[in-house]
Protein backbone atom coordinates (compact mmCIF):
# COMPACT_ATOMS: atom_id res chain seq x y z
CA UNK A 1 0.00 0.00 0.00
CA UNK A 2 1.12 3.47 -1.14
CA UNK A 3 -0.05 6.57 0.66
CA UNK A 4 1.14 10.10 -0.14
CA UNK A 5 0.98 13.25 1.69
CA UNK A 6 0.03 15.87 -0.51
CA UNK A 7 0.88 18.96 1.56
CA UNK A 8 3.03 19.07 4.59
CA UNK A 9 5.82 21.50 5.21
CA UNK A 10 8.99 19.30 6.47
CA UNK A 11 10.69 22.36 7.08
CA UNK A 12 8.72 23.37 10.00
CA UNK A 13 8.62 20.09 12.01
CA UNK A 14 10.22 19.86 15.56
CA UNK A 15 13.68 18.34 15.46
CA UNK A 16 14.95 19.55 18.57
CA UNK A 17 12.25 17.42 20.50
CA UNK A 18 10.33 14.59 18.06
CA UNK A 19 12.93 14.08 15.27
CA UNK A 20 16.18 13.52 14.64
CA UNK A 21 15.99 14.92 11.11
CA UNK A 22 14.59 14.38 7.81
CA UNK A 23 15.08 10.59 7.34
CA UNK A 24 13.22 10.10 10.87
CA UNK A 25 10.81 11.81 9.61
CA UNK A 26 10.19 9.91 6.31
CA UNK A 27 11.64 6.53 8.44
CA UNK A 28 8.25 6.98 10.53
CA UNK A 29 5.69 7.70 7.47
CA UNK A 30 6.77 4.70 5.62
CA UNK A 31 6.48 2.59 9.01
CA UNK A 32 3.07 3.32 8.47
CA UNK A 33 2.99 3.16 4.27
CA UNK A 34 2.93 7.14 3.53
CA UNK A 35 5.87 6.73 1.57
CA UNK A 36 5.93 9.89 -0.69
CA UNK A 37 5.49 13.75 0.52
CA UNK A 38 5.40 16.93 -0.96
CA UNK A 39 7.11 19.61 0.69
CA UNK A 40 5.41 23.12 0.40
CA UNK A 41 7.01 25.85 0.64
CA UNK A 42 5.65 29.50 1.53
CA UNK A 43 8.66 32.04 0.82
CA UNK A 44 10.99 32.15 -1.82
CA UNK A 45 13.64 32.15 1.02
CA UNK A 46 12.29 29.74 2.94
CA UNK A 47 11.93 27.39 -0.58
CA UNK A 48 15.84 27.53 -0.68
CA UNK A 49 16.34 26.88 2.68
CA UNK A 50 13.65 23.66 2.35
CA UNK A 51 15.56 22.37 -0.38
CA UNK A 52 19.02 22.71 1.36
CA UNK A 53 17.36 21.02 4.04
CA UNK A 54 16.16 18.15 2.61
CA UNK A 55 18.01 17.55 -0.27
CA UNK A 56 17.26 15.32 -3.69
CA UNK A 57 15.60 12.76 -2.87
CA UNK A 58 13.23 10.24 -4.34
CA UNK A 59 10.70 10.29 -1.72
CA UNK A 60 10.47 13.99 -1.58
CA UNK A 61 9.24 16.68 -4.61
CA UNK A 62 9.12 20.35 -3.55
CA UNK A 63 6.44 23.12 -4.62
CA UNK A 64 7.60 26.43 -5.00
CA UNK A 65 5.30 29.98 -3.99
CA UNK A 66 4.46 32.28 -1.27
CA UNK A 67 1.80 31.98 1.09
CA UNK A 68 -0.95 34.78 1.28
CA UNK A 69 -0.69 35.74 4.81
CA UNK A 70 3.44 36.08 3.77
CA UNK A 71 2.40 39.32 1.55
CA UNK A 72 3.36 42.49 3.91
CA UNK A 73 6.76 42.49 2.01
CA UNK A 74 6.85 42.97 -1.44
CA UNK A 75 8.79 39.90 -3.09
CA UNK A 76 10.49 39.26 -6.77
CA UNK A 77 7.29 37.88 -8.90
CA UNK A 78 10.86 37.16 -12.04
CA UNK A 79 12.57 35.40 -8.90
CA UNK A 80 9.24 32.64 -8.25
CA UNK A 81 10.00 31.89 -12.11
CA UNK A 82 12.83 31.30 -12.19
CA UNK A 83 13.06 28.99 -8.82
CA UNK A 84 9.94 27.34 -10.08
CA UNK A 85 11.21 26.16 -13.06
CA UNK A 86 14.18 23.90 -11.18
CA UNK A 87 13.05 20.46 -12.02
CA UNK A 88 12.75 19.25 -8.93
CA UNK A 89 9.94 21.41 -8.14
CA UNK A 90 6.10 20.02 -9.43
CA UNK A 91 3.55 22.48 -8.24
CA UNK A 92 3.08 26.43 -7.43
CA UNK A 93 2.49 27.39 -3.94
CA UNK A 94 0.80 27.51 -1.87
CA UNK A 95 -0.48 31.02 -3.19
CA UNK A 96 -4.43 32.27 -2.61
CA UNK A 97 -5.67 34.25 -0.51
CA UNK A 98 -6.59 34.94 3.68
CA UNK A 99 -8.29 37.79 4.34
CA UNK A 100 -8.91 36.40 7.65
CA UNK A 101 -5.60 37.59 9.50
CA UNK A 102 -4.47 40.20 6.84
CA UNK A 103 -7.49 41.92 5.37
CA UNK A 104 -5.23 44.96 4.85
CA UNK A 105 -3.10 42.74 2.01
CA UNK A 106 -5.95 42.06 0.05
CA UNK A 107 -4.47 43.76 -3.17
CA UNK A 108 -1.50 42.50 -2.61
CA UNK A 109 -2.65 39.04 -1.98
CA UNK A 110 -4.22 39.50 -5.26
CA UNK A 111 -1.45 40.37 -7.27
CA UNK A 112 0.14 37.47 -6.39
CA UNK A 113 -2.09 34.89 -6.50
CA UNK A 114 -2.89 36.24 -9.94
CA UNK A 115 1.26 35.83 -10.76
CA UNK A 116 1.59 32.00 -9.22
CA UNK A 117 -1.45 31.14 -11.51
CA UNK A 118 0.49 33.02 -14.47
CA UNK A 119 3.70 30.95 -13.37
CA UNK A 120 1.81 27.63 -13.15
CA UNK A 121 0.23 27.63 -16.67
CA UNK A 122 3.67 29.46 -18.83
CA UNK A 123 5.30 26.06 -16.64
CA UNK A 124 2.59 23.71 -16.83
CA UNK A 125 2.78 23.16 -12.84
CA UNK A 126 -0.44 23.25 -11.38
CA UNK A 127 -0.68 25.90 -8.44
CA UNK A 128 -1.94 24.53 -5.07
CA UNK A 129 -4.64 27.18 -3.46
CA UNK A 130 -5.15 28.03 0.09
CA UNK A 131 -8.36 30.36 1.10
CA UNK A 132 -9.79 31.59 4.32
CA UNK A 133 -12.63 34.17 4.74
CA UNK A 134 -12.15 34.78 0.72
CA UNK A 135 -14.39 31.85 -0.92
CA UNK A 136 -15.69 34.18 -3.91
CA UNK A 137 -12.66 36.36 -4.88
CA UNK A 138 -10.43 32.68 -4.92
CA UNK A 139 -12.75 31.15 -7.16
CA UNK A 140 -13.09 34.95 -9.59
CA UNK A 141 -9.24 34.69 -9.73
CA UNK A 142 -8.99 31.19 -10.70
CA UNK A 143 -11.49 31.70 -13.53
CA UNK A 144 -10.26 34.96 -14.67
CA UNK A 145 -6.60 33.86 -14.80
CA UNK A 146 -7.91 30.45 -16.50
CA UNK A 147 -6.24 28.26 -13.87
CA UNK A 148 -7.54 25.10 -15.44
CA UNK A 149 -4.94 25.26 -17.73
CA UNK A 150 -2.45 24.65 -15.53
CA UNK A 151 -4.84 22.90 -12.57
CA UNK A 152 -4.60 22.40 -9.12
CA UNK A 153 -5.70 21.93 -5.74
CA UNK A 154 -7.65 23.53 -2.98
CA UNK A 155 -5.79 22.44 0.26
CA UNK A 156 -6.75 21.43 3.19
CA UNK A 157 -10.48 22.04 2.14
CA UNK A 158 -13.06 23.66 4.73
CA UNK A 159 -15.07 24.82 2.63
CA UNK A 160 -18.94 24.09 1.54
CA UNK A 161 -20.35 21.78 -1.18
CA UNK A 162 -21.07 24.53 -3.77
CA UNK A 163 -17.50 25.85 -3.45
CA UNK A 164 -16.45 22.21 -4.08
CA UNK A 165 -18.52 21.74 -7.06
CA UNK A 166 -16.89 24.73 -8.34
CA UNK A 167 -13.90 23.56 -7.84
CA UNK A 168 -14.37 20.52 -9.69
CA UNK A 169 -15.85 22.06 -12.62
CA UNK A 170 -12.82 23.66 -13.38
CA UNK A 171 -10.97 20.22 -13.30
CA UNK A 172 -9.37 21.17 -9.69
CA UNK A 173 -8.70 18.77 -7.15
CA UNK A 174 -9.54 18.58 -3.64
CA UNK A 175 -7.61 18.15 -0.40
CA UNK A 176 -8.57 16.47 3.29
CA UNK A 177 -6.66 16.95 6.46
CA UNK A 178 -7.58 16.20 9.68
CA UNK A 179 -9.89 18.63 10.59
CA UNK A 180 -12.33 16.01 8.98
CA UNK A 181 -11.77 13.53 11.68
CA UNK A 182 -12.63 16.67 14.22
CA UNK A 183 -15.60 16.27 16.21
CA UNK A 184 -17.77 19.64 14.80
CA UNK A 185 -16.41 18.95 11.31
CA UNK A 186 -19.69 17.06 10.14
CA UNK A 187 -20.55 19.67 7.15
CA UNK A 188 -16.99 18.82 5.77
CA UNK A 189 -17.78 15.01 6.37
CA UNK A 190 -20.64 15.98 3.93
CA UNK A 191 -18.90 17.42 0.97
CA UNK A 192 -16.08 14.18 1.57
CA UNK A 193 -18.97 11.92 0.71
CA UNK A 194 -19.67 14.39 -2.43
CA UNK A 195 -16.38 14.78 -3.59
CA UNK A 196 -15.81 11.93 -6.14
CA UNK A 197 -12.57 9.96 -4.90
CA UNK A 198 -11.02 10.41 -8.65
CA UNK A 199 -10.57 14.08 -7.69
CA UNK A 200 -9.56 13.47 -3.80
CA UNK A 201 -6.17 13.97 -2.27
CA UNK A 202 -4.79 13.72 1.67
CA UNK A 203 -2.53 15.57 3.29
CA UNK A 204 -1.82 16.79 6.84
CA UNK A 205 -0.65 20.17 6.34
CA UNK A 206 2.07 18.94 9.09
CA UNK A 207 3.02 20.57 11.19
CA UNK A 208 -0.40 21.91 11.96
CA UNK A 209 -4.07 20.11 12.48
CA UNK A 210 -3.16 16.91 14.01
CA UNK A 211 -5.86 14.56 13.08
CA UNK A 212 -7.62 12.38 15.56
CA UNK A 213 -6.83 10.25 17.87
CA UNK A 214 -3.34 13.07 17.99
CA UNK A 215 -5.31 16.18 18.46
CA UNK A 216 -3.00 18.50 20.63
CA UNK A 217 0.68 17.00 19.32
CA UNK A 218 2.52 17.93 16.54
CA UNK A 219 1.51 16.89 13.07
CA UNK A 220 4.00 14.88 10.66
CA UNK A 221 3.32 13.08 7.33
CA UNK A 222 2.86 9.53 9.59
CA UNK A 223 -0.65 10.82 10.37
CA UNK A 224 -1.47 10.93 6.48
CA UNK A 225 -3.09 7.23 7.25
CA UNK A 226 -5.20 8.02 9.54
CA UNK A 227 -6.93 10.57 7.57
CA UNK A 228 -6.78 8.28 5.02
CA UNK A 229 -8.53 5.65 7.08
CA UNK A 230 -11.07 7.89 7.98
CA UNK A 231 -11.85 9.41 4.31
CA UNK A 232 -11.93 5.62 3.44
CA UNK A 233 -14.70 4.61 5.95
CA UNK A 234 -16.72 7.83 4.74
CA UNK A 235 -16.46 6.87 1.21
CA UNK A 236 -17.39 3.24 1.54
CA UNK A 237 -13.94 1.64 0.72
CA UNK A 238 -10.93 0.08 1.96
CA UNK A 239 -8.08 1.98 3.35
CA UNK A 240 -5.87 0.24 0.05
CA UNK A 241 -8.53 1.49 -2.20
CA UNK A 242 -8.70 4.56 -1.16
CA UNK A 243 -4.56 4.79 -1.29
CA UNK A 244 -4.44 3.16 -4.89
CA UNK A 245 -6.95 6.03 -6.22
CA UNK A 246 -5.35 9.40 -4.72
CA UNK A 247 -2.27 8.03 -4.91
CA UNK A 248 -2.66 8.29 -8.56
CA UNK A 249 -4.60 11.33 -8.55
CA UNK A 250 -1.43 12.63 -7.00
CA UNK A 251 0.68 11.46 -9.95
CA UNK A 252 -1.88 12.52 -12.46
CA UNK A 253 -2.17 16.15 -11.19
CA UNK A 254 1.60 16.62 -10.67
CA UNK A 255 2.83 15.32 -13.96
CA UNK A 256 5.10 12.34 -11.43
CA UNK A 257 5.31 9.35 -13.41
CA UNK A 258 3.82 6.63 -11.16
CA UNK A 259 6.91 4.66 -11.53
CA UNK A 260 9.16 7.39 -9.65
CA UNK A 261 6.72 7.08 -6.58
CA UNK A 262 7.61 2.93 -7.14
CA UNK A 263 11.37 3.59 -6.43
CA UNK A 264 10.63 5.73 -3.47
CA UNK A 265 9.64 2.22 -1.75
Not at 96 to 102: A, N, P, Q, S
Not at 192 to 206: A, I, W
Request: glycine content about 4%.
Amino acid sequence: MFIVDSHCHLDGLDYQNLHRDIDDVLAKAAARDVRFCLAVATTLPGYQAMVAQIGERDNVAFSCGVHPLNQQDEWDFSELHRLAADKRVVALGETGLDYYYHPETRPRQQAAFREHIRVGRQLNKPVIVHTRDAREDTLALLREEQAQECGGVLHCFTEDRQTAEQLLDLGFYISFSGIVTFRNAEALRDVVRYVPLERMLVETDSPYLAPVPHRGKQNQPAYTRDVAEYLAVLKGVTLAQLAEVTTANFCRLFHIAPQKLATAQ
